[in-house]
């Protein structure tokens, strides 16, 4: 989910702390400074989570430990931060244990961009949300298909 609905990449799940996410009083923020060594490119960006996300937060929230800032989110077998490899990994376990053929690490990115680009949202709004410096970047993440085709066509 939170590849999917804040458009973060693997690397930058697995750097995630509870600090982050959640506040001193144990509540989801609305959103959260990524830090440049957290991120790719090594700039800093904010993090907006919507309100689907949030609440599977405070789900998520509820099945672990919430006292130190610093431990990770999302904890590997080990109980520390998973490395970038091993997250894209499990990604990749999870989409094929789920029967998806084709989806990578990033698929989940690529689909929040290409969603909220389908809902009318402006190309450097995207790049401000994914992160990328250059706009051409986030245009290379904005799927096209046949049914959006018919229907842009149909907007004259």
């Not at 937060?57 to 919430?66: A, P």
């Not at 990770?72 to 244990?97: E, P, R, V, W």
């Not at 990328?132 to 049914?147: G, K, L, W």
């Amino acid at each position: 989910m939170v590849s999917f609905y804040a458009g973060l990449r693997a690397k930058e799940i697995a750097a995630l702390s509870v600090g982050n996410v959640f506040d001193e009083a144990g509540a989801v923020r609305e959103q959260f400074i990524l830090s440049a060594a957290q991120s790719k490119g090594g700039q800093t960006r904010t993090v907006y989570l919507n309100q689907r996300l949030r609440r599977a937060l405070v789900d998520y929230g509820d099945t672990i430990k919430l006292v130190d800032p610093q431990q990770a989110l999302f904890a590997s077998q080990k109980g520390g931060h998973f490395s970038a490899n091993t997250m894209c990994q499990l990604f990749l376990d999870i989409y094929k244990a789920c029967g998806l053929k084709d989806a990578s690490s990033h698929s989940g990115r690529r689909t929040y961009i290409t969603r909220l680009a389908n809902k009318g949202v402006g190309v450097r709004l995207l790049a401000a949300l994914a992160g990328h410096a250059h706009i051409s970047t986030t245009q290379r993440y904005i799927d096209v298909n046949a049914e959006q085709l018919a229907n842009a066509v149909e907007l004259l």
